[in-house]
Every structure is written in structure tokens, then in C-alpha cells.
């Protein structure tokens, strides 16, 4: 099952917080970048505002694991699509603030 939701930068933050979980896989697309992989880590910290994720990348030529902090890059946020499970994907489209 296939749900498309549209959100703005915040509520993606919050939805990566609260909705995806470790083993999920996430795909972000974000400037001219495509990291597709699954979930190994999330860890927050509110005092700075960071979101790190640790993913083990499901690339063709690259299948390095990679830490990545939504924080930085979530004004170059396109599109994320999140695989809960092999039927359940939810793909967000981030508006523009």
C-alpha cells in the first residue's frame, strides 16, 4: 500500500522522530543527492537540534554505512519515501517554507 503525504520541513522532522523506526529503509532525495538505505540508528538531541541517522546504504556501488543529520540538510529536502515493512511505503513530498 502506497500513501503520499506532503509536508513542510518541521513535520518532517517530527514524522522522521516519531514514525520511522530502526530497520526501516529510508530513501531521501535532497539537492541532487539520492541516499536510499536502511535505518540502523536515530538519535536526537534537542539541544542543538539535531537529527542524526545511521544508515547502512542499499546502493549498487555503494554500500557504506553513512551518518546523516536531517538538521543540515532539511531545507534541501525533495522527497523521502519510507518503507515500514514490504507492503506499507509512505512517500513524503517536502514543500517548500
Request: aromatic fraction near 4%; avoid cysteine.
Amino acid at each position: 500500500m502506497e500513501n503520499e503525504i506532503t509536508l513542510n520541513t518541521k513535520e518532517v522532522m517530527d514524522y522522521v522522530k516519531t514514525e520511522v523506526k530502526q530497520y526501516d529503509i529510508l530513501e531521501i532525495s535532497y539537492s541532487r543527492v539520492f541516499v536510499p538505505g536502511e535505518v540502523m540508528n536515530i538519535e536526537t538531541n534537542e539541544e542543538d537540534g539535531s537529527l542524526n541517522l545511521l544508515l547502512q546504504l542499499k546502493g549498487e556501488l555503494l554500500n557504506d554505512t553513512v551518518h546523516l543529520d536531517l538538521e543540515d540538510i532539511k531545507d534541501d529536502l525533495l522527497e523521502i519515501r519510507h518503507i515500514k515493512n514490504e507492503n506499507e511505503l509512505v512517500v513524503i513530498v517536502v514543500e517548500e517554507a
